[in-house]
T-cell receptor, first 114, second 113 residues
Framework: NAGVTQTPKFRVLKTGQSMTLLCAQD?????MYWYRQDPGMGLRLIHY???????AKGEVPDGYNVSRLKKQNFLLGLESAAPSQTSVYFCASSASGGNTGELFFGEGSRLTVL | GENVGLHLPTLSVQEGDNSIINCAYSNSASDYFIWYKQESGKGPQFIID?????DKRQGQRVTVLLNKTVKHLSLQIAATQPGDSAVYFCAETRGGSARQLTFGSGTQLTVLP
């Protein structure tokens, strides 16, 4: 099994451009998450989903949108990229959302906004 | 404010020695704690967890200790190996929900030959 797969792994954008990060998991997990990781800081939750067709805001949702049209996929969109969104983005999934900290992470997508 | 932090940003140990990585939390309502390992260029990987009704939990070569009195968490790695070199994050939840995980800023562990 591949686990959690993120595409693309690297991307460079100009300010104002849009893009979508794709996350796919093959573990039949209900919960999926998007985090960003900045130097010297821990992971911060952007958006999450508790099941197909549902999404919810995390700690830092501004400037991002998400969709969960299929259970195995969770998309993160930037409609108008800003330099402050330069970061490494991690997708994760978990079998349930309660009483477990065992998230399965992808390998990350490094985004640079010029 | 509520935060999860680490006492030391970097830690170097000799191969074969034991490692201790520390973490402080400030929210007394936190009831579930997790340690993650992140190797360079990879996503975080779950190591071990502990609930607030426990003060110690052991895994394979790792032990997590929880001191609720001083709001302190530690990860002990026995017989540290080169493959243990990574950034280690502690994380907490309030209310037991994975979607409310708050991560610390991490400690870089370097294993010296």
């Amino acid at each position: 099994n591949a686990g959690v797969t993120q595409t693309p792994k690297f991307r460079v954008l100009k300010t104002g451009q849009s893009m979508t990060l794709l996350c796919a998991q093959d573990m039949n997990h209900e919960y999926m998450y998007w985090y960003r990781q900045d130097p010297g800081m821990g992971l911060r939750l952007i958006h999450y989903s508790v099941g197909e067709g549902t999404t919810a805001k995390g700690e830092v949702p501004d400037g991002y949108n998400v969709s969960r049209l299929k259970k195995q996929n969770f998309l993160l969109g930037l409609e108008s990229a800003a330099p402050s969104q330069t970061s490494v983005y991690f997708c994760a999934s978990s079998a349930s959302g309660g009483n477990t900290g065992e998230l399965f992470f992808g390998e990350g997508s490094r985004l640079t906004v010029l | 404010g509520e935060n999860v932090g680490l006492h030391l940003p970097t830690l170097s140990v000799q191969e074969g020695d034991n490692s201790i990585i520390n973490c402080a939390y400030s929210n007394s309502a936190s009831d579930y704690f997790i340690w993650y390992k992140q190797e360079s260029g990879k996503g975080p990987q779950f190591i071990i967890d502990i609930r607030s009704n426990m003060d110690k939990r052991q895994g394979q070569r790792v032990t997590v200790l929880l001191n609720k009195t001083v709001k302190h968490l530690s990860l002990q790695i026995a017989a540290t190996q080169p493959g243990d070199s990574a950034v280690y994050f502690c994380a907490e939840t309030r209310g037991g929900s994975a979607r409310q995980l708050t991560f610390g800023s991490g400690t870089q562990l370097t294993v010296l030959p």
